[in-house]
């Protein structure tokens, strides 16, 4: 089974167990053991979980696979701080994350980066 990690946000890099950076947040390793302990350590949270089956039939497992579906302003509203992060981090990919102070600005920043994706 494969095992979905993500940096947390306002966090630069990480080198340990993995290594991960702000522009490439996100860490796949096969173990739960490992998973476990890497998120353990505070920097990263756990994305989800993938059967080898699962990963062969999406192909690889990138970063575009989380926002497929556009979102909308009445559903961001409906999410915590931290899912909009998460979003936020996804949407960036491989730009720096930009900081934001209220979840207003979060939402604005949600809906630009995915006008920009298109």
């Given at each position: 089974?494969?095992?979905?990690?993500?940096?947390?946000?306002?966090?630069?890099?990480?080198?340990?167990?993995?290594?991960?950076?702000?522009?490439?947040?996100?860490?796949?390793?096969?173990?739960?053991?490992?998973?476990?302990?890497?998120?353990?350590?505070?920097?990263?949270?756990l994305i989800n979980?993938?059967?080898?089956?699962?990963?062969?039939?999406?192909?690889?497992?990138?970063?575009?696979?989380?926002?497929?579906?556009k979102y909308t302003?009445?559903?961001?509203?409906?999410?915590?701080?931290?899912?909009?992060?998460?979003i936020i981090i996804?949407?960036?990919?491989?730009?720096?994350?930009?900081?934001?102070?209220?979840?207003?600005?979060?939402?604005?920043?949600?809906?630009?980066?995915?006008?920009?994706?298109?």
């Open positions: 089974m494969a095992y979905k990690l993500m940096l947390v946000p306002g966090v630069l890099s990480y080198s340990g167990l993995v290594d991960a950076t702000r522009k490439n947040p996100l860490v796949i390793v096969d173990s739960k053991e490992v998973a476990d302990s890497i998120v353990a350590t505070g920097y990263f949270s979980s993938q059967t080898n089956n699962e990963i062969e039939e999406t192909g690889s497992a990138s970063s575009s696979d989380f926002h497929e579906n302003e009445t559903d961001l509203k409906k999410l915590s701080k931290s899912e909009q992060e998460k996804k949407l960036a990919a491989d730009n720096e994350v930009p900081q934001t102070k209220n979840e207003s600005e979060r939402i604005d920043l949600i809906l630009q980066l995915q006008e920009q994706e298109a």
